[in-house]
């Protein structure tokens, strides 16, 4: 029987939103988010005190039930720092508790909305034999748990890779609506899991180690973020990264852990160029690779017409990481490339685009800018290191979307900037400093 919290329990009832400036759950007490909460509907609580105190853990324990992925306890951190710890428990009275360290704070105004769930998690709970199979409570952002498969361009023979990942996501979200950081804090995450979630079905099982990870809602991909973690049991958790803190620009909302052995899907870990000696190199990295045969590079002068340049042998099969070059003897000022990974079976994978060149004059400037679906890429060449401000204009001048202090690096740079809430139409992509101003005309379709 759940123990009360100070004198009545306390449920969150479905769209309620219920704020406290400190939250303290004595002697085994619960909080219990209202489990008859449709699955599409938020409900909130609301810890409006920044101090890593806030919610407090006193006498034997304490336990906060969320299990929905909208159940959100929603912390104002804005520019705090400390570790985070939210007690969360799972159905089966299991403490898992959640922790959130911030190393450097974020900016001021932010939250962080926090979650987790497992296969009870949604409208109507996943029958017992299909427990093992994440894609049929994935998050809302989610869009596959395939291997080799970037979620775009779906490739024949995409496989569910459910089975080696545990019965269980958790929602970390530093870029909720009307709550999000302009500048998302520095920070790393202790998970810890129930093993009995690991349910019949799975290929891994209570003892096989697990990694941390999260998917590129941007991308479409799960493996292209692969942290190295701490695993432990009794209690089993993961802690990520192993040191440090995990880059901005790899913090997303939606997490799970999975198999050490085989990440979820695309394992290319890193993919860049640069003029060496009057020459392109190419470099590439992957963390593991199954029945690789091998990548073909392609390039583009306009990122629409691609030419095959070469072909490099994979090593097959691997679980280390694997380092490739190729190097272009004939490059441009500035041109596009790309990697075709072929699987034995010629079940291929196509990778991010990048761009690289030699023979650049001095200066910066805008070299190209497109839609990428949900993102738009702004290619900027530049003789210098420096920063700008970059803006998305509309016709009548109105700005979009605003991305502060881009880092422009010495070379080519390429700059991701999200479009999804964006219509469709003419816009201008705007660089500025403060002794600096250039911009070029962009088609969203």
């Known amino acids: ?9 306390c449920v969150l009832i479905a769209g309620a939103v ?3 400036a400190r939250l303290v759950i004595n002697n085994n007490a619960y909080v219990v988010f209202d489990p008859n909460t449709p699955a599409a509907q938020a409900t909130y609580l609301v810890v409006d005190n920044p101090n890593a105190n806030a919610i407090t853990v006193a006498g034997t324990g304490a336990n906060i039930v969320s299990e929905r992925e909208r159940n959100f306890i929603r912390w104002s951190i804005g520019t705090s720092t400390g570790a985070y710890s939210i007690p969360f428990t799972n159905p089966g009275n299991v403490k ?6 911030v190393l450097a704070a974020g900016s001021a105004g ?7 769930y497992n296969y009870d998690g949604t409208d109507a709970a996943v029958p017992v034999a299909n427990r ?17 498969d970037t979620g775009t361009n779906l490739t024949p023979g995409a496989t569910n890779e459910s089975g080696h990942v545990v019965d269980r996501f958790w929602i970390i979200d530093t870029q909720a609506s009307g709550f999000a950081y302009a500048n998302k804090p520095d920070a790393s995450i202790v998970f810890r899991y129930d093993a009995a979630e690991i349910t019949g079905g799975n290929t891994i099982g209570a003892g096989d180690q ?12 799960w493996g ?3 942290p190295t973690c701490v695993w432990n049991t009794a209690p089993y958790s993961v802690a990520v990264p192993a040191a440090g803190v995990i880059p901005d620009a790899d913090f997303f909302r939606s997490w799970t852990l999975s198999d050490i052995g085989n990440p979820l899907p695309v394992e290319l870990v890193d993919f860049k160029g640069s003029c060496e ?8 990295t992957t963390a593991s690779e199954r029945d690789n045969d091998y990548f073909v590079v392609e390039k583009s002068l306009d990122h629409v017409e691609w030419t095959m340049i070469g072909q490099v042998d994979g090593v097959g099969n691997s679980v280390s990481t694997t380092n490739y070059s190729f190097v272009d003897a004939d490059p441009t000022a500035m041109a596009y490339y790309r990697l075709i990974q072929t699987d034995l079976d010629r079940t291929t994978t196509i990778s991010k685009v990048i761009a690289a060149g030699c023979g650049m004059g001095t200066g910066i400037e805008i070299v190209n800018a497109f839609d990428a679906g949900d993102a738009m890429v702004v290619t900027v060449s530049s003789s210098m290191d420096d920063v700008y401000d970059l803006s998305l204009l509309d016709a009548q001048g109105k700005v979009m979307t605003t991305q502060p202090r881009a880092a422009i690096a010495n070379g080519i740079t390429q700059l991701v900037v999200p479009t999804e809430s964006i219509a469709t139409g003419i816009y201008v992509v705007q660089l500025e400093n403060s002794g600096n101003r250039m911009s070029r005309r962009v088609h969203l379709q």
């Open 96 to 101: 898992m508790p959640l922790t959130y360290t």
């Open 277 to 284: 000696d009057g020459q392109v190199l190419l470099d590439w």
């Open 18 to 20: 219920l704020g406290q």
């Open 210 to 221: 697990l990694i941390a990870q999260r998917f590129n809602s941007g991308t479409n991909e």
């Open 110 to 116: 932010g939250s962080v909305l926090f979650s987790t």
């Open 132 to 148: 093992w199979n994440n894609a049929l409570y994935q998050p809302s952002d989610v869009t596959h748990m395939n291997n080799w």
């Open 1 to 9: 029987m759940m123990k009360k919290l100070l004198t009545s329990s």
């Open 224 to 226: 292209d973020f692969l």
